[in-house]
């Protein structure tokens, strides 16, 4: 993207105002229905832009979603993803993030310099379909398991967001589902909620360590994008979430990497002096080596938040549990209730 090579100061400050001025120019071509978070009609755009979405059936508010600029699949999700065994990678620096997927001993990685750019993977792990996502604006790296009852599903990207996360779409109902709680949130589908994998955020270097025999996404010609380029420059240390209009989390940065298990949060600072956090038979832990994603206009040269583990206690040893590593105002606003430790 052409404004990446500015300073990082005035990249923020353009991205917020185009976001700005796209949102009010929604407002004003949606007439009242803008104005009025709680309205029940189906604005236009979407009728015209999504005839097979039974928009009769959802759990939110129509108002409490906005585009997020580009259209229906603007933002390509890779459907016939590549790999590469990781020892062939000498690309990706050992400090880049990427999501590992382990099943059954057997590990994908899935750099976040191309997941950036298309937010979802359609792939097959093990003989399980899988949907791998990653949402920038929350930071929030997610793997789904995409079987649904006797069927499967695939996903693509709406261009839409609510409390600034990606809204995702699957292809069999055009149901629009919510990336952060898996659950489908309008048509057909509505009320039926994704199983959630357990996978890490970790540094490529680590991975490396761990599962030597990994396989890696690797970018094709399909696509031309910038890859291990971070649009979002500056992004995680603003003063407050691009295209966010709830409520700001109390007495901390709505910005601040909190770590977040079954609706219950840490604070990345509180982990980090820690280094390892015992909660019931859940084990947290932080080490020292990755790249925010979000940060530099280069990844590999963003500042280091660490890596987070967690694992819980079972018969058999610690295993992988689900979590995410997000931001204070995405914990509040999809746990307005929950726990927050920062202390």
Not at 140 to 148: M, T
Not at 190 to 206: D, I, N, V, W, Y
Not at 277 to 300: E, F
Request: with cysteine; aromatic share 10%; hydrophobic share 40%.
């Amino acid at each position: 993207m052409a404004y990446a090579r500015y300073p990082r100061r005035f990249v923020l400050r353009t991205f917020v105002g185009v976001g700005v001025l796209a949102w009010l120019g929604l407002c004003v071509c949606q007439g009242a229905w803008a104005t009025n978070p709680f309205a029940n009609d189906v604005p236009r755009s979407w009728t015209a832009e999504w005839p097979d979405t039974d928009f009769s059936k959802s759990s939110v508010a129509f108002g409490d979603i906005m585009s997020g600029g580009p259209p229906k699949d603007g933002i390509p999700a890779i459907d016939q993803p590549n790999f590469t065994n990781i020892a062939s990678i000498k690309t990706i620096p050992d400090t880049e993030p990427v999501i590992a997927l382990t099943l059954n001993g057997k590990t994908k990685v899935y750099p976040l310099r191309i997941l950036t750019w298309h937010e979802i993977v359609n792939d097959t792990h093990e003989g399980i379909p899988v949907a791998v996502t990653y949402c920038p604006l929350c930071n929030a790296g997610i793997v789904f398991d995409s079987r649904l009852g006797d069927g499967v599903l695939t996903f693509g990207t709406t261009g839409k967001l609510r409390n600034s996360d990606l809204v995702m779409y699957d292809r069999q109902t055009e149901s629009w589902w919510q990336q952060f709680s898996g659950e489908a949130i309008i048509g057909q589908l509505q009320g039926q909620t994704l199983k959630m994998l357990p996978s890490r955020m970790e540094a490529f270097g680590k991975v490396k360590e761990r599962a030597p025999d990994a396989q890696v996404l690797v970018a094709t010609s399909s696509f031309s994008r910038p890859y291990g380029s971070n649009p979002y420059v500056g992004y995680d240390t603003s003063v407050r979430p691009f295209l966010y209009g709830g409520d700001l989390p109390p007495d901390i940065s709505p910005m601040m990497r909190v770590v977040v298990v079954d609706g219950k949060a840490w604070t990345l600072p509180f982990l980090k002096k820690r280094k390892k956090v015992t909660d019931g038979d859940v084990v947290l832990s932080w080490t020292s080596g990755q790249n925010s994603a979000l940060d530099t206009r280069y990844i590999y040269k963003g500042r280091d938040v660490g890596n987070v583990t967690v694992q819980q206690k079972t018969d058999s040893g610690l295993e992988d549990k689900v979590h995410h590593v997000t931001f204070a105002f995405v914990f509040h606003a999809f746990h307005p209730d929950g726990l927050l430790i920062k202390d």
